[in-house]
């Protein structure tokens, strides 16, 4: 085998390994979070999802904990401003928002299509985005300053 043979052959079963890697490490859709065309830090929350060779459920603590937990400074936005939440890969029934007003109480929020308007009271409020695919559910958290 000539030397170009050994690149050629060394990159391509580097590319099938990476690719098969990326397989099996794959998790829930991340969504990107825009505010006034500025992206709003999302954090992971609980979500159950099929892998490549093993499936796995992880429960976390409550998204107000989570964000005082990994010391997330909220975004600040104007009020009454929207929120504009986007999967790659859309979630099957569409999203659902909750604002959190504790660890245990939260308000469904209106959504139309991907977008909802944040309150005009200055404040500090924490969100939560759910979404299903075909291979689990999976929940985000971010945090605003109106």
């Known amino acids: ?28 859709p991340k969504p990107v979070v825009l505010s006034e065309g500025k ?9 159950c999802w ?8 992880v429960d976390k603590i409550p998204p107000p904990e989570i ?12 009020p009454q401003s929207e929120i504009n939440i986007n999967f790659k890969k859309a979630p099957i029934e569409g999203i659902e928002v909750d604002k959190w ?10 959504v139309q299509g991907d977008v909802f308007s944040v309150p005009k009271e200055k404040g500090t409020y924490i ?16 945090a605003i300053e109106v």
Do not use: H
């Open 1 to 28: 085998m000539g030397r170009l043979q050994k690149t050629i052959f060394s990159l391509l079963f580097i590319v099938a390994f990476v690719w098969i890697m990326m397989l099996i490490i794959a998790g829930p």
């Open 39 to 47: 992206e709003v830090s999302i954090v992971q929350g609980s979500y």
């Open 50 to 57: 099929q892998g490549f060779i093993n499936n796995r459920c």
């Open 67 to 78: 964000i005082a937990n990994n010391n997330i400074v909220p975004f600040p936005v104007s």
């Open 101 to 110: 007003l504790g660890n245990d109480e939260i308000e469904v929020i209106k």
């Open 127 to 142: 969100y939560s985005v759910f979404g299903s695919w075909d291979k689990g559910s999976s929940s985000y958290i971010f």
